[in-house]
Every structure is written in structure tokens, then in C-alpha cells.
């Protein structure tokens, strides 16, 4: 019995070994040495490896539309496109800095363009900087300054940025508003009396979801109660945080939460967006890819929903990004190269942005190509004080926005107001921007 | 009359249990056929409009490599890992050497540290040896991590049911230590197996801290692909729910078929302590 | 000759698995301490060293003290619920329904089910909405049948809400509870509970004094391995409040640490966080390690 059983075993074994080790393996490409700033002289072939969190929907299908461009102008590129999904991107960071950490970078990798990657990957020496491309291409005329501040460090640029999303939205109903004869607020006072006739009619004013969204709708009542300057001043050190100006923004918060769905720690943010096409919510603070969620269920823009400045941010264009750049020792530097002229490109971004439901980074994107909603937001953004995004990593350092995000949960917990307004001094000391 | 009585209760009370286990069952099998505009909150309990296949067929697309790569994974692992434990626990419960005991108490602890202890260092060494990213390193990180859980059921089960008369009447035949291990001890393990290797499978299919942190997008298992169905922006509920059935579906299936042999081998001995 | 030949191979043959848990746990574990004690913020390795900076920091903190108090209440909630659910099952099933196999089965497999798979709907079911419009998952059943009183925040209650996250763990682990006790139910002898028919006891009787204590050793087993999980709890949790619910009410050690390494890229402080985890299960495993080695030695 045991004869016949042990070469089958062994058998097993060995088919156990084999079926692991016949997965086929990518070729390991090795860091090759810094190649010094030069334009590419023959056609870029080779592998490409183009690292992300855009696994759904728009995102996808957009990154596929700006892959195709990046195609046809260099054929001989096989492009690899790895994604990782997960929330704004948390698990794709995850595996991405434990890459960056074993050097073993992709080609070139999305990320928020900001103090996200300056705090992560720039001070680590592990990117190059990018001013030689943007004076190459011409791209410093093309993009806001405000943008470029965000994109820079030390002097240097150093990611390209594909597309822009706006923050400081205020989604409403219209149907809602147009029956209790309402007009979208202007400032928080207004917000707060529009509210009260909202739930006397027993509609929840405001919807919100878990997480960051409730850091998300901080932000925008931070920035709608100091105003664009103090606002950024409070991420560079300029701005004081424990000022009276501070607090009146945080007790604006506090009441905010007063006239929100009791639920919100449990939904996603466009389960939050959902209420509003309910009717069971009137408005929704969230940035624009909401605008892709209320297409998906055949919304037009500006027949069933209206949009404004988050209350008291008119003239601020509270800004992300989702950008590229190059790792200090990606493989096949060629080929990332000309991966961001492409990304930095009005073909590329034409491509992408119009699907994904973002506006171009570049001021002279085609506007025949956007919507409604997306065409107002171009005007904006060419026009408005640009501020960048603390939730979606352009402001801070991400060690000072898990502070923001724990000081923020806490308060949801606690409804403390000066505790909370200590935490947030204290985190930004702690981050090195304040004393 | 009191045990007619009795009775009726005990299956009153069998059967509340029994509902309250497959509820969360069933609001993932009614979502997985439900069409993206009928998944909402508020009509989560209703049965659906209709029998949307189309869910089960995407979401197999878009796992089927995932799925493959799990069922790699997962078999290597659970075989190299139950031979590793046969092994150690056939020389730990009959070839007691000085310290064996001591050097068992200490392999054991390694079943109970919380993984993210070692997480860390583990990832640098991964990258260190060149196996971050790669399958094979997480079949490795599996076997030596599931080394002590497998060594403590063989042990116990080796020293529950064979007794040391056995070994000592093959040794006086003339088996060496491994001719005892082959002629006697693998023979009377196969309910041991059966306990290490389901249990090892469920573990390993459904891990998922070193599954996300270890390997590359190539090579992620079903269950970190599941979370990636998610995407970043808007999740498909409906998808998302048939995707978690079709990753669920082999160990499920591993329990209905092979359940009763796992109890047998839990009664054998093969837990005991 | 052959022993002291067959001894060495004994040895050569266990090696290669002690070397690996001496590296892969004990080496890497002293690793993990040797950053928690450093100054490791960023990409970039910096071994400082702090001395106790960290833990000081991490016990001063009201999000890392709202964590050591969920996982107090989780565990206790978790291994008595287990306990008691998994142990009336067994003797349920030790009554020999009709259809026994099939109860064993639907109460064992969640087991084999991960929370990657069920989180989300657990999500749903615990959905904590409470006013009547919004009601959905348990509350909206609830209401359903008239049960308003039941009606409740789940995990968003803001000292409660880890009890919340019991009912899923518990639905998850009670059928393995169930599964240990029917094996020790069933190695109790049927001569022994004639025996005990004969001389005139109950059945309840039974129970209570002849079965029950045999499962002492069972009840211990159960207890460690429920406990350890528990203290280290991290798939769940996340998958079911993602950041940790409403004011961190759910949150726990396990994530704590995932994002503080993970986002917030703070490796000396995350490495601090380990360390804890692992001291509160060694504080739990360890005295169970020592009685058994002893009670081996003295056999």
C-alpha cells in the first residue's frame, strides 16, 4: 500500500513545485545607471510599466484612450498596464512605496501631484526632476503658475500633470430646490439658513459619507470660511492655527454635521452622491468626478442636478491632480520620457480627460470635447485662485494629513471643538510647518 | 410529551441558528444577480427583477487569472507545508531528542504572532533574496509561517494514534527512521492530512495581508484582486458580490465535500491540547 | 549504533524548519523592535534611536487609547459569545437530529469564507442608519417584524461600536467552536453515559457532570486560538469600517498600524504598534506555552 503510495507523493510534490514555478515571470529588468538629460536619438522600444489606481470605469477607459495616443506615436513600446485599486489609492501606495523602497520601480507611476509625492518619493532621492521636460515641450505657458507652485520643490518640477479635479463642488438636486423655491448658498450663513428650511421639509440637507469624505467636506469649509490665501497659508506655515479665524471655520464644521445623514460613517461617497438622486438629500460637497457618478445614472448636468462653489469658495478652485513622473532609476528611461510628453500633451490629455470627467491640466484643451459641467470648470480654473487639495495629497506631507485624518475622526467622535483645534496645532508642528 | 416538546425546540433553535448563518449568503447571491441600477441600500432584502448571469460572467473575466494564480498558490503551499508537518511532527512525537520539547514549545509561538510584527522585515527580505513580487515568494512565506500549526496536528496526532510499541516493533524489524516513516507512519496519517490540508487551504485561499503586501499585480491571489473589483471611484455592487462568490466558491466547496473527514480527523486527535 | 545514527538524522531532518522560524519569526520580530525604537519616518531607513519615544507617543494618543479599550471589549465579547454559541450547537448536534450533517455543514462554513469575501455585506447589514426612511441591513428587518426595540448604531455607536463587529467574528469562528466541542463531546465514551442512564441520572444531569468537565482541555484550546485571533483582529475590521468607524469606534490596534506604516509612512512609529500587538498576545500565549511544556515534560 505504502509502495504505491510514495511515488505518487513524491509526484505530487514535485507537481506542487512545478506548477508554482511555471507561472510565467516577468523579465526582471535591472536599474540601469542614471542616463544624463538627452533627447532620445532613435524611436523608444521595450517594455513600459505604467503603475495605478485607475482600475473602473471612466478611469480606465480614460488611461486606455491616452495609452492608445501614446501608441500610435511609438509603436515599438509594449506597454504593461499594472493597476491597483483600493480607495484614492491607499493599497496602490502601499505596494508602490514598497517598491520604490526595494528599488524596484515601475516605468512611471500616477500619482497626487504635491506634497504627496515631494514628501514621499523626493526626499528620498528616488525621482528626477522634470524642469528640462516643461522647457522642453513649453508647457510653463500652457499651465497655470498656481499649478506649477504645487507641482514643485527646491526649485525643480517634478511630476506632469494629466488632468484636474475640483474639490470645493456643491452638487444640489434642483428638483428639491426649485419645490422649496431655494437658491444654491453663497456662504456658510446662507448654507446654514437654507438648511433649516431643507429640514423642516424633512429633507436632509447635506449627504456625507465616511472617511475622507468627512475630511474632504473639512477642507472645503476650512477653505469657504479663511478664503484661498489663509487657506494655503495654512499648509506652507504662513497661517496660524490656533486663531479665531480657525475656529470659527471649525465651529462651521460642527454645525455642518448637524444637518447630515446620521449614517455617514457607513457609506461610500457615492452612496452619499446616491441620496441626492433619491431626493431623500438636497446637496452633496464632493469633488467633480461626482459629476461621472450622476451621468452613470443618466443625469444630465443642469437639467436634474446644478452644481456652485462649495459655500464661501467662490473664486477658489481647490485643486488635485493626478500626475506621473520619473523614478531616479526606472527602467527603460526612454520610454517614460516619452510616455510624459504624451501625458503632458494637449493629444494626451484630450484624450483622457473628456472619459475620466476631469478638466486638462493645460489651459488650451479643446472645449468642444467637454461637457457642460467640465467646460465651467475650465473657465474656472484658468481664472480662479488655485489652492491645492489637503484630502487628496497636493497640500501636505502624507504623515500630516494621517494627523489631520485622525485629528478629524476624533472630532466626529467627540464634537470637541477645542480639542480639535489643539490636534490640528499640534500636527502642524509636528510636521515641521509651524513652530 | 416534555421530549416531544424538547425535540421541536431543539430544531426551532437548529434552525434560527441555520438562518442566521446564510443570511449574509443570501444578500450576496440576490446582489450577484441583480442589475447595477437595482443594487441599492434601501432595497438590499429584495429578491431581483431577474437572473442577471451577466454578473457572474464578468466578474470570472476579470478574476479568472486571480483565481488561477490562488489555486497555485494555495496547492503548492498545502502540500509542501503538510509534508513539511508530517515530517517534523513524526520526529517530534517519536524521536525525542534533548530539547525537543523546548524546540517545539518554541516553533509553536510562531502560529501566534500577529503577522504584522514581522511584516516589515519580511518585505525586505523578500526583496532582499529577489522574490518580492513573485508567486513563489509568497508558496515560501506561506510554508514556513504554516510550519508550526502543521507540526502541532501531526505531533498530536502521531502520538494519539501511534503508539510507541509500533515504532519500537519496526525499529527491532530493522526500519531506520525514515523506513519508519514510510512503512508506518504515513500509512495511518491520512486523517491527520486531511485535517492539515483543508485547514492549511482555507488559510492560504482566503490570507490576505502578506497576499496584498508581497506580491505584484501579476500574481495577486483572488483575494486581493476581490478588493481591486472595488476600484477607485464607483463599485459595481453587483459584480463586486458575484466576484466574492466565485472566490469563495472553492473552499466553500472544499467544506461541503470534505467536512466530514475533517471532523473525523479532529476526533482522531489530531487537535487535542 | 543505528539509534545514535537515527538521532542525528532526527536533528538534521527538523532543522531546516527551525532555522526558517528562527529567521522568519524570532530575527525579524527582534527587527521589528530594533525600528520601533528608532526614529523612521519616510522612505528612507533612519535608525536613530529613541529609546521609548514612540510607545510614549502611541500611549498618549487618544486614537491608539480608544484602540487598546476596543480590543479589550472585543476579545471578551468575541470568546464568550464564541464560547457559548459553539458549545450549545455541539450539544444540540450531539442529540442526533435528523439532518445533522447538513446543520454541521451550513454552521461550519463561514469558516471557510474570508472577510475580503463577506465584509462588504456585512457592511450593509450593519448598516447604522436608525430614522425610518433610511432604515436597510438588520435595522430594516428588524423593523420589519416589529422588533423596533432592536434597532440599533452597530459599529458607529461611540462606545459601543466594537460590540458590534462581535457578530460577524462570531458568525465567522462559532462553527470552528462548535466543530472542537462535538469532537470532545463525541470522545466521551457512550458506556459512560449508559452508566449514568442506568444509575438514574438525567440527561441534563449527564451534562453538567460528567460531560461538561471533560471539555475543559477543549474550552482551553478554543480559548487560545480564539484569543490570539482576536487580539490581532485586521481583515475585518477593514473590511468592514475601512478607516475604523464612526470617531474611530471600531477601530483597532491592527489598522492602526496598517496606515500609520502604510500611509502615513511612519515605519518607527508602526513598528511600535507591532510590537504592542505582540506583546498582548504573548502576555496571553506564552503562560499556556509554559503548561504545556510542563505537562509534556512530566508525561
Given at each position: 500500500?505504502?509502495?504505491?503510495?510514495?511515488?505518487?507523493?513524491?509526484?505530487?510534490?514535485?507537481?506542487?513545485?512545478?506548477?508554482?514555478?511555471?507561472?510565467?515571470?516577468?523579465?526582471?529588468?535591472?536599474?540601469?545607471?542614471?542616463?544624463?538629460?538627452?533627447?532620445?536619438?532613435?524611436?523608444?522600444?521595450?517594455?513600459?510599466?505604467?503603475?495605478?489606481?485607475?482600475?473602473?470605469?471612466g478611469?480606465?477607459?480614460g488611461?486606455?484612450?491616452?495609452?492608445?495616443?501614446?501608441?500610435?506615436?511609438?509603436?515599438?513600446?509594449?506597454?504593461?498596464?499594472?493597476?491597483?485599486?483600493?480607495?484614492?489609492?491607499?493599497?496602490?501606495?502601499?505596494?508602490?512605496?514598497?517598491?520604490?523602497?526595494?528599488?524596484?520601480?515601475?516605468?512611471?507611476?500616477?500619482?497626487?501631484?504635491?506634497?504627496?509625492?515631494?514628501?514621499?518619493?523626493?526626499?528620498?532621492?528616488?525621482?528626477?526632476?522634470l524642469?528640462?521636460?516643461?522647457?522642453?515641450?513649453?508647457?510653463?505657458?500652457?499651465?497655470?503658475?498656481?499649478?506649477?507652485?504645487?507641482?514643485?520643490?527646491?526649485?525643480?518640477?517634478?511630476?506632469?500633470?494629466?488632468?484636474?479635479?475640483r474639490?470645493?463642488?456643491?452638487?444640489?438636486?434642483?428638483?428639491?430646490?426649485?419645490?422649496?423655491?431655494?437658491?444654491?448658498?453663497?456662504?456658510?450663513?446662507?448654507?446654514?439658513?437654507?438648511?433649516?428650511?431643507?429640514?423642516?421639509?424633512?429633507?436632509?440637507?447635506?449627504?456625507?459619507?465616511?472617511?475622507?469624505?468627512?475630511?474632504?467636506?473639512f477642507?472645503?469649509?476650512?477653505?469657504?470660511?479663511?478664503?484661498?490665501?489663509?487657506?494655503?497659508?495654512?499648509?506652507?506655515?504662513?497661517?496660524?492655527?490656533?486663531?479665531?479665524?480657525?475656529?470659527?471655520?471649525?465651529?462651521?464644521?460642527?454645525?455642518?454635521?448637524?444637518?447630515?445623514?446620521?449614517?455617514?460613517?457607513?457609506?461610500?461617497?457615492?452612496?452619499?452622491?446616491?441620496?441626492?438622486?433619491?431626493?431623500?438629500?438636497?446637496?452633496?460637497?464632493?469633488?467633480?468626478w461626482?459629476?461621472?457618478?450622476?451621468?452613470?445614472?443618466?443625469?444630465?448636468?443642469?437639467?436634474?442636478?446644478?452644481?456652485?462653489?462649495?459655500?464661501?469658495?467662490?473664486?477658489?478652485?481647490?485643486?488635485?491632480?493626478?500626475s506621473?513622473?520619473?523614478?531616479?532609476?526606472?527602467?527603460?528611461?526612454?520610454?517614460?520620457?516619452?510616455?510624459l510628453?504624451?501625458?503632458?500633451?494637449?493629444?494626451?490629455?484630450?484624450?483622457?480627460?473628456?472619459?475620466?470627467?476631469?478638466?486638462?491640466?493645460?489651459?488650451?484643451?479643446?472645449?468642444?470635447?467637454?461637457?457642460?459641467?467640465?467646460?465651467?470648470?475650465?473657465?474656472?480654473?484658468?481664472?480662479?485662485?488655485?489652492?491645492?487639495?489637503l484630502?487628496?495629497?497636493?497640500?501636505?506631507?502624507?504623515?500630516?494629513?494621517?494627523?489631520?485624518?485622525?485629528?478629524?475622526?476624533?472630532?466626529?467622535?467627540?464634537?470637541?471643538?477645542?480639542?480639535?483645534?489643539?490636534?490640528?496645532?499640534?500636527?502642524?508642528?509636528?510636521?515641521?510647518?509651524?513652530? | 410529551?416534555?421530549?416531544?416538546?424538547?425535540?421541536?425546540?431543539?430544531?426551532?433553535?437548529?434552525?434560527?441558528?441555520?438562518?442566521?448563518?446564510?443570511?449574509?449568503?443570501?444578500?450576496?447571491?440576490?446582489?450577484?444577480?441583480?442589475?447595477?441600477?437595482?443594487?441599492n441600500?434601501?432595497?438590499?432584502?429584495?429578491?431581483?427583477?431577474?437572473?442577471?448571469?451577466?454578473n457572474?460572467?464578468?466578474?470570472?473575466?476579470?478574476?479568472?487569472?486571480?483565481?488561477?494564480?490562488?489555486?497555485?498558490l494555495?496547492?503548492?503551499?498545502?502540500?509542501?507545508?503538510?509534508?513539511?508537518?508530517?515530517?517534523?511532527?513524526?520526529?517530534?512525537?517519536?524521536?525525542?531528542?534533548?530539547?525537543?520539547?523546548?524546540?517545539?514549545?518554541?516553533?509553536?509561538?510562531?502560529?501566534?504572532?500577529?503577522?504584522?510584527?514581522?511584516?516589515?522585515?519580511?518585505?525586505?527580505?523578500?526583496?532582499?533574496?529577489?522574490?518580492?513580487?513573485?508567486?513563489?515568494?509568497?508558496?515560501?512565506?506561506?510554508?514556513?509561517?504554516?510550519?508550526?500549526?502543521?507540526?502541532?496536528?501531526?505531533?498530536?496526532?502521531y502520538?494519539?494514534?501511534?503508539?510507541?510499541?509500533?515504532?519500537?516493533?519496526?525499529?527491532?524489524?530493522?526500519?531506520?527512521?525514515?523506513?519508519?516513516?514510510?512503512?508506518?507512519?504515513?500509512?495511518?496519517?491520512?486523517?491527520?492530512?486531511?485535517?492539515?490540508?483543508?485547514?492549511?487551504?482555507?488559510?492560504?485561499w482566503?490570507?490576505?495581508?502578506?497576499?496584498?503586501?508581497?506580491?505584484?499585480?501579476?500574481?495577486?491571489?483572488?483575494?486581493?484582486?476581490l478588493?481591486?473589483?472595488?476600484g477607485?471611484?464607483?463599485?459595481?455592487?453587483?459584480?463586486?458580490?458575484?466576484?466574492?462568490?466565485?472566490?469563495?466558491?472553492?473552499?466553500?466547496?472544499?467544506?461541503?465535500?470534505?467536512?466530514?473527514?475533517?471532523?473525523?480527523?479532529?476526533?482522531?486527535?489530531?487537535?487535542?491540547? | 549504533?543505528?539509534?545514535?545514527?537515527?538521532?542525528?538524522?532526527?536533528?538534521?531532518?527538523?532543522s531546516?524548519?527551525?532555522?526558517?522560524?528562527?529567521?522568519?519569526?524570532?530575527?525579524?520580530?527582534?527587527?521589528?523592535?530594533?525600528?520601533?525604537?528608532?526614529?523612521?519616518?519616510?522612505?528612507?531607513?533612519?535608525?536613530?534611536?529613541?529609546?521609548?519615544?514612540?510607545?510614549?507617543?502611541?500611549?498618549?494618543?487618544?486614537?491608539?487609547q480608544?484602540?487598546?479599550?476596543?480590543?479589550?471589549?472585543?476579545?471578551?465579547?468575541?470568546?464568550?459569545?464564541?464560547?457559548?454559541?459553539?458549545l450549545?450547537?455541539?450539544?444540540?448536534?450531539?442529540?442526533?437530529p435528523?439532518?445533522?450533517?447538513?446543520?454541521?455543514?451550513?454552521?461550519?462554513?463561514?469558516?471557510?469564507?474570508?472577510?475580503?469575501?463577506?465584509?462588504?455585506v456585512?457592511?450593509?447589514?450593519?448598516?447604522?442608519?436608525?430614522?425610518v426612511?433610511?432604515?436597510?441591513?438588520?435595522?430594516?428587518?428588524?423593523?420589519?417584524?416589529?422588533?423596533?426595540?432592536?434597532?440599533?448604531?452597530?459599529?458607529?455607536?461611540?462606545?459601543?461600536?466594537?460590540?458590534?463587529?462581535?457578530i460577524?467574528?462570531?458568525?465567522?469562528?462559532?462553527?470552528?467552536?462548535?466543530a472542537?466541542?462535538?469532537?470532545?463531546?463525541?470522545?466521551?465514551?457512550?458506556e459512560?453515559?449508559?452508566?449514568?442512564?442506568?444509575?438514574?441520572?438525567?440527561?441534563?444531569?449527564?451534562?453538567r457532570?460528567?460531560?461538561?468537565?471533560?471539555?475543559?482541555?477543549?474550552?482551553?484550546?478554543?480559548?487560545?486560538?480564539l484569543?490570539?485571533?482576536?487580539?490581532?483582529i485586521?481583515?475585518?475590521?477593514?473590511?468592514?469600517?475601512?478607516?475604523?468607524?464612526?470617531?474611530?469606534?471600531?477601530?483597532?490596534?491592527?489598522?492602526?498600524?496598517?496606515?500609520?506604516?502604510?500611509?502615513?509612512?511612519?515605519?518607527?512609529?508602526?513598528?511600535?504598534?507591532?510590537?504592542?500587538?505582540?506583546?498582548?498576545?504573548?502576555?496571553?500565549?506564552?503562560?499556556?506555552?509554559?503548561?504545556?511544556?510542563?505537562?509534556?515534560?512530566?508525561?
Open positions: 500500500m505504502s509502495r504505491k503510495l510514495y511515488p505518487v507523493v513524491a509526484l505530487l510534490i514535485v507537481a506542487a513545485m512545478l506548477l508554482a514555478a511555471c507561472k510565467p515571470t516577468p523579465v526582471p529588468t535591472e536599474a540601469p545607471v542614471v542616463a544624463p538629460t538627452q533627447a532620445p536619438a532613435a524611436a523608444p522600444g521595450g517594455d513600459l510599466e505604467v503603475f495605478s489606481w485607475w482600475t473602473a470605469g478611469e480606465a477607459e488611461l486606455a484612450a491616452m495609452l492608445k495616443v501614446f501608441q500610435a506615436q511609438y509603436p515599438d513600446v509594449n506597454v504593461i498596464n499594472a493597476t491597483v485599486a483600493g480607495g484614492a489609492g491607499v493599497d496602490a501606495r502601499a505596494v508602490l512605496a514598497t517598491r520604490m523602497q526595494g528599488g524596484d520601480p515601475p516605468g512611471s507611476f500616477q500619482v497626487h501631484a504635491g506634497h504627496e509625492l515631494i514628501d514621499t518619493y523626493v526626499v528620498a532621492g528616488q525621482m528626477e526632476p524642469t528640462f521636460l516643461y522647457e522642453e515641450e513649453g508647457w510653463l505657458d500652457v499651465m497655470p503658475e498656481d499649478l506649477i507652485k504645487i507641482l514643485s520643490s527646491e526649485g525643480e518640477i517634478w511630476s506632469v500633470p494629466v488632468n484636474i479635479h474639490a470645493n463642488v456643491l452638487w444640489y438636486n434642483k428638483s428639491v430646490f426649485e419645490a422649496q423655491g431655494l437658491e444654491p448658498p453663497a456662504t456658510w450663513e446662507e448654507f446654514f439658513t437654507v438648511a433649516e428650511t431643507l429640514k423642516g421639509a424633512g429633507i436632509i440637507p447635506l449627504s456625507l459619507g465616511e472617511a475622507w469624505t468627512e475630511v474632504h467636506l477642507e472645503t469649509v476650512l477653505l469657504g470660511t479663511l478664503g484661498p490665501e489663509a487657506y494655503a497659508g495654512l499648509w506652507t506655515g504662513e497661517t496660524a492655527w490656533n486663531t479665531p479665524e480657525v475656529t470659527k471655520a471649525l465651529n462651521n464644521f460642527d454645525r455642518v454635521l448637524d444637518y447630515v445623514n446620521e449614517d455617514y460613517a457607513a457609506l461610500s461617497w457615492d452612496q452619499a452622491t446616491q441620496l441626492v438622486i433619491d431626493g431623500t438629500a438636497a446637496m452633496n460637497i464632493m469633488g467633480d461626482a459629476e461621472g457618478y450622476f451621468k452613470a445614472q443618466e443625469w444630465t448636468p443642469g437639467v436634474e442636478f446644478g452644481w456652485a462653489p462649495a459655500p464661501g469658495s467662490g473664486g477658489s478652485f481647490d485643486a488635485l491632480s493626478d506621473f513622473g520619473l523614478p531616479a532609476n526606472a527602467p527603460n528611461r526612454d520610454a517614460v520620457i516619452a510616455w510628453k504624451v501625458c503632458g500633451s494637449k493629444e494626451g490629455q484630450d484624450a483622457f480627460n473628456p472619459i475620466k470627467g476631469s478638466i486638462p491640466a493645460r489651459t488650451d484643451g479643446e472645449r468642444s470635447l467637454y461637457d457642460e459641467y467640465l467646460q465651467s470648470a475650465m473657465d474656472d480654473f484658468s481664472r480662479d485662485a488655485i489652492v491645492p487639495s484630502m487628496h495629497g497636493a497640500a501636505a506631507a502624507p504623515s500630516w494629513q494621517q494627523d489631520v485624518i485622525d485629528a478629524v475622526g476624533l472630532f466626529i467622535g467627540n464634537r470637541d471643538v477645542a480639542a480639535f483645534q489643539e490636534a490640528l496645532t499640534a500636527a502642524c508642528t509636528s510636521a515641521g510647518a509651524c513652530q | 410529551m416534555k421530549q416531544r416538546l424538547a425535540r421541536i425546540l431543539l430544531y426551532v433553535l437548529l434552525i434560527g441558528a441555520a438562518v442566521f448563518y446564510l443570511t449574509p449568503i443570501y444578500v450576496l447571491l440576490v446582489t450577484g444577480f441583480k442589475s447595477f441600477q437595482e443594487v441600500l434601501a432595497t438590499m432584502w429584495a429578491l431581483p427583477s431577474g437572473v442577471y448571469l451577466d457572474f460572467a464578468a466578474a470570472f473575466v476579470k478574476l479568472a487569472p486571480n483565481l488561477s494564480n490562488s489555486l497555485s494555495t496547492v503548492a503551499a498545502t502540500i509542501i507545508s503538510a509534508f513539511l508537518g508530517s515530517l517534523n511532527g513524526y520526529v517530534l512525537s517519536k524521536w525525542k531528542f534533548r530539547g525537543a520539547d523546548a524546540l517545539f514549545t518554541a516553533v509553536l509561538f510562531g502560529m501566534f504572532i500577529p503577522y504584522q510584527s514581522i511584516l516589515i522585515p519580511l518585505v525586505r527580505f523578500m526583496q532582499m533574496i529577489g522574490l518580492y513580487g513573485r508567486l513563489w515568494g509568497l508558496v515560501l512565506v506561506h510554508v514556513i509561517y504554516g510550519i508550526p500549526i502543521t507540526t502541532l496536528i501531526f505531533r498530536n496526532y502520538a494519539t494514534v501511534v503508539p510507541n510499541e509500533m515504532v519500537e516493533a519496526a525499529h527491532i524489524d530493522g526500519a531506520d527512521l525514515l523506513g519508519i516513516y514510510r512503512y508506518v507512519m504515513l500509512p495511518l496519517a491520512i486523517p491527520g492530512f486531511v485535517v492539515v490540508m483543508i485547514w492549511q487551504f482555507t488559510s492560504i482566503n490570507e490576505f495581508l502578506f497576499a496584498v503586501t508581497l506580491t505584484s499585480p501579476r500574481y495577486w491571489p483572488v483575494t486581493v484582486a478588493q481591486n473589483l472595488a477607485s471611484q464607483i463599485v459595481e455592487w453587483n459584480v463586486q458580490m458575484a466576484g466574492a462568490f466565485l472566490a469563495a466558491l472553492p473552499t466553500l466547496l472544499v467544506y461541503i465535500f470534505l467536512s466530514r473527514f475533517f471532523l473525523r480527523g479532529l476526533m482522531a486527535g489530531a487537535l487535542k491540547g | 549504533m543505528r539509534i545514535r545514527k537515527d538521532r542525528l538524522l532526527a536533528v538534521v531532518l527538523i531546516p524548519s527551525v532555522l526558517a522560524i528562527a529567521i522568519f519569526v524570532y530575527v525579524f520580530i527582534a527587527w521589528t523592535a530594533r525600528a520601533s525604537v528608532s526614529a523612521w519616518k519616510g522612505l528612507l531607513p533612519d535608525y536613530t534611536f529613541v529609546g521609548l519615544t514612540n510607545f510614549v507617543t502611541l500611549f498618549r494618543n487618544p486614537r491608539f480608544i484602540d487598546m479599550r476596543n480590543t479589550g471589549i472585543f476579545t471578551v465579547l468575541f470568546l464568550a459569545a464564541c464560547l457559548a454559541i459553539g450549545l450547537l455541539a450539544v444540540l448536534l450531539d442529540q442526533r435528523k439532518g445533522e450533517a447538513v446543520f454541521r455543514n451550513v454552521y461550519l462554513f463561514p469558516m471557510a469564507i474570508s472577510f475580503i469575501v463577506t465584509g462588504v456585512w457592511r450593509w447589514l450593519l448598516n447604522p442608519a436608525t430614522s426612511e433610511r432604515l436597510s441591513g438588520l435595522n430594516l428587518l428588524f423593523h420589519q417584524a416589529g422588533l423596533d426595540f432592536l434597532i440599533s448604531q452597530w459599529y458607529t455607536h461611540s462606545r459601543l461600536g466594537i460590540a458590534a463587529i462581535v460577524p467574528a462570531t458568525w465567522q469562528m462559532s462553527g470552528f467552536t462548535m472542537l466541542y462535538l469532537a470532545g463531546l463525541r470522545s466521551v465514551p457512550d459512560l453515559r449508559e452508566a449514568a442512564r442506568v444509575d438514574g441520572a438525567s440527561e441534563w444531569q449527564i451534562y457532570y460528567i460531560i461538561l468537565p471533560m471539555l475543559k482541555t477543549v474550552t482551553l484550546s478554543a480559548i487560545i486560538i484569543g490570539h485571533t482576536s487580539l490581532k485586521f481583515d475585518l475590521v477593514m473590511a468592514i469600517t475601512q478607516e475604523g468607524g464612526k470617531g474611530f469606534s471600531a477601530d483597532v490596534p491592527a489598522m492602526n498600524m496598517w496606515y500609520t506604516a502604510f500611509r502615513a509612512l511612519r515605519f518607527g512609529q508602526g513598528a511600535a504598534i507591532a510590537i504592542i500587538i505582540l506583546v498582548t498576545v504573548a502576555v496571553l500565549i506564552v503562560p499556556y506555552l509554559v503548561y504545556t511544556f510542563r505537562t509534556e515534560v512530566e508525561q
